[in-house]
């Protein structure tokens, strides 16, 4: 307020009488700009707009964002990303609120480039300002938070980094066949139920089912998209869905699998590993499951980013959920898991809450879609055509 000309001041604007601790005041018009900390910011008023800065950092966020709930109909949320397990990274991907990223390359003081030949003489292309910051920061984890916007730098062993779903997001692969189906059942009623449809490498569809009773609206959404084969988690709650849809197995288009998470990993040997199989590497099937699922976005990421010749099935596309308002969650579900080794034998386990507060339910749908299909005799097919891929 002092730097600024004496035209762009309110009239009659005097420091001390305008300026007290933590407050502007227009004089001309009584409006103000009140700073406020703490957990009940905004508790008991009501503003034009609030600002909530550095939103990632607040210990207690839910705390303030309950105080904020009913203070004003706009609010800004900004912040330095870090890591996935707070408010501000699911309400950045939620889908819900316009999204304004301010990189440094938008910043012509820090984009400016400059050439200079190489020691083959080819002409390359540096920014300036990002290696200097590169060389006086001296961290990876810190240059790629403070300075790349990486939501996953700071956090140590994701399975599957931001950046690989990224390259998913990007990568555009054509629907094949088998089509497969994963489902993550609710843990009660009214809790939601998770459907992932994946056609080859490409995932069509993530979409939610509200109510503790789903499995008609299962049962018409796998039968309409001429599914091989749904796959759940058929312990706790994946019972219900156990009983109801085997009931009627005989009837269905398509062939079911109950899979059990704590069950003992396969014997398959991983390009990442080979010398080891997987049940000398994980401690129970929901890891490999979920490492299965690294190995394809790592592949993707590689094919995409870095030129390497890895085959469409090899790999997954998240190119078609473009459109979908579920692909936020989805997005920043993937990044939240987090592995490490554990005990004597050290094999890797995950943490599928990783350092968030919420079961992925999303990305445990997709986990399950790419999940090993049952070695089976492809059913009847539905009324009316075949397992073309038809149309979406």
Request: net charge neutral; aromatic share 10%; charged share 25%.
């Amino acid at each position: 307020m002092e730097k600024l000309p004496k035209w762009l001041k309110p009239r009659g604007y005097k420091r001390k009488a305008h300026a007290p601790f933590m407050r502007l005041i227009n004089p001309q018009n009584g409006n103000t700009v009140t700073g406020e900390s703490g957990d009940n910011i905004g508790r008991g008023g009501r503003n034009t707009l609030y600002f909530v800065d550095e939103h990632a950092a607040i210990e207690r966020a839910e705390s303030v964002d309950s105080a904020l709930s009913e203070n004003t109909r706009t609010i800004i949320y900004g912040s330095t990303p870090k890591g996935v397990g707070n408010l501000f990274f699911r309400k950045r991907f939620s889908g819900k609120i316009s999204v304004f990223t301010f990189s440094w390359r938008a910043n012509p003081d820090k984009n400016f480039t400059a050439r200079y030949l190489d020691e083959k003489g080819q002409v390359q292309t540096m920014h300036p300002w990002y290696e200097w910051a590169v060389e006086r920061i001296d961290d990876p984890v810190i240059i790629a938070q403070e300075i790349d916007i990486d939501y996953t730098a700071s956090v140590t062993g994701v399975v599957i980094p931001q950046k690989w779903v990224q390259a998913a997001v990007k990568l555009e692969l054509a629907p094949q066949q088998p089509r497969q189906a994963g489902l993550d059942v609710g843990s009660e009623e009214g809790d939601r139920t998770v459907y992932a449809l994946a056609a080859g490498p490409a995932v069509l569809k993530v979409q939610a089912m509200l109510g503790g009773s789903v499995e008609d609206d299962v049962r018409e959404e796998a039968t309409r998209d001429q599914i091989l084969a749904l796959q759940y988690d058929k312990l706790g709650v994946g019972a219900g869905i156990t009983r109801t849809l085997n009931r009627d197995k005989a009837e269905l288009p398509f062939a079911i699998q109950g899979l059990a998470n704590s069950n003992k990993p396969t014997g398959t040997e991983y390009e990442d590993r080979p010398e080891l199989t997987a049940r000398q590497r994980f401690a129970n099937y929901a890891a490999e499951l979920w490492w299965r699922l690294r190995l394809r976005f790592q592949r993707t990421w590689l094919r995409s980013v870095k030129g390497e010749a890895w085959e469409d099935d090899q790999c997954i596309s998240l190119y078609h959920l473009r459109e979908s308002p579920e692909l936020q969650k989805l997005m920043a579900q993937l990044s939240q898991p987090t592995f490490k080794k554990m005990g004597t034998s050290d094999k890797i386990v995950v943490n599928k809450y990783g350092e968030g507060t919420s079961s992925p339910d999303y990305a445990e749908a997709l986990m399950y879609a790419f999940a090993p299909l049952p070695e089976l005799d492809a059913p009847p097919p539905p009324s009316g055509g075949g397992y073309g891929l038809g149309e979406y």
